[in-house]
DNA sequence: CAGCCGTCTTGACGGTTGTCCAAATTATTG
DNA sequence: CAATAATTTGGACAACCGTCAAGACGGCTG
């Protein structure tokens, strides 16, 4: 095993053995993206080591080498998607100077994101539903959900502050909202309804001044 | 097989026919019923056939005998989980005489929910994110997800109703509400999290009067 | 009672799974 | 340049999967 102890025989200096853990760090991370293609594709349930490694340029030996195991890979997956995944809305939510530019960007951003990465998003709530069987995803999936409660509440309290107001409800119960409405968009988009992307949108538009 | 081909060779009456329908459907039932012990403790990724019969009074040649498939397993579980959960609140709806009383028979009913029947919640989610990756679970799973919005709505009318007022957001958006932080808070309290079920109740406590 | 039919059991099948490992290859060090 | 370590390969393994089929069981009908 290459990463396991650093016990008390290191001879390599302190700024060496860290070059390698980043180095090893940023293997893993390339191994997870190519994971997520297939995850992404199959969903978890369906997913197993080789089909990914088929699916990409390395053996199935690689991720046994990098990952401990399955679980490992997975969760080293769902972390690196959090990191893509949190600051989409932040460029619309710093740049917007009205509450319609808000809007408007928020939307368009919405829009995209429902059609362009509906594969990873429903990986997302397989993965969510995935961490109330399985406890070893639950610290990182609870993270990643407080990330998105926090990242609809800037959206909020900037829309707000645009007009001079606050947000009428918790970061809780928007957070639930949005996600709610943008997971039933999601099966919908993905089962071929047309109206689903501009449902949502509508949804949104009209529930945006009510709340703030 | 015995429930396939019903051709022109039929010497039985329409009667005795449907008698054995039934009585083929009801065993359906029955064990679509034990698979959802499993399921709702494995979660779909992890349940296979030979579990599901392991864990039952059941040999795993009968699921197959009444099942062309683990696929029409699971649909026909799905749709048994649905008769028993869109009626849960519809006796508080109908007896509760005033605003109060129908706020405290839901939550009684929402808390007692979250904790008894944990585990068959968990297996809803699950496989509503399965039917974003299985084109064979849609059609029941956006049925469900309907019926359910139905019943969040029948709620909200209800409670307008008692206050002499109209429901303030669409059915969608209300159910997306409800929806997600049941969600939210189903992981939480799956995580242990003691807190789970009294926030979702204040939220939940907070937010009735706002909406309607 | 004999024969049939619906029901159920049991074991087997090919394929896939996660895991592990020994050897080959590449990089890094002395 | 040797030698040591890190990385990668690809095959082997047992366990498990969904599916199937041959046959046993038991009740009903003729």
Redesign the interface.
Known sequence: MARQATGAAQRVTVAAETLRDEKFNARRIELAEAALETLGE?????TSLREIAQNSAFTHGVFHYYFSDKLDLICCCVRHYKAKCVTRYDEVVTTARSRDELTEGFLAKLAATLQDEARMH?LW??L????????AF?KD??EI?KSLEAMIWRIATRYAELGNRKP???P??L???????F??A???H??SDEKAVP?LLD?VR??LP?IC
């Open positions: 199959l969903g978890f349930a369906r429903r709530y397989d969510r539903s995935q961490a109330m069987f399985e406890p639950r999936v609870l959900d009428a409800s918790s809780a119960a957070y639930a909202l949005f996600d709610g409405l997971q039933s999601l099966l919908r993905l089962a449902d949804e009209r529930l009510t």
